[in-house]
């Protein structure tokens, strides 16, 4: 819920570098669902199948959230300083599954 409502306030502020702002909130945010998800699944409230489903969600969002920073960064220069880490969201490796 609180991914989508700073998305939204980041949306609605009139400077690139407030947006953006907001944005990196967003991603935050996602890391915190994805804390939710891993602790739900290790108390058994979440089984196997939705824990994975609802992950690869989480971990599409946060993307698609990198990408817009880093589009709004390429534009405009001057936010060059909101974020320069690499992205690479996702849950320990403990309780990712590969496809091979």
Known sequence: MTVG????????RYSEAEK???FQVAVGSASEVQNFLLLSHDLGLL???KFDRLSKDVVS???MLGGLLRRMRKKDGRLSNVSKREWR?????????TDS
Not at 89 to 97: C, E, N, V
Request: glycine content about 12%; overall charge neutral; charged content about 30%.
């Open 89 to 97: 969201p996702g849950l320990p490796d403990r309780h990712l599954k």
């Open 5 to 12: 409502a700073n998305i939204a306030e980041g949306c609605g």
């Open 61 to 63: 969002v946060k993307r």
């Open 47 to 49: 089984d196997e199948a």
């Open 20 to 22: 953006a702002h907001f």
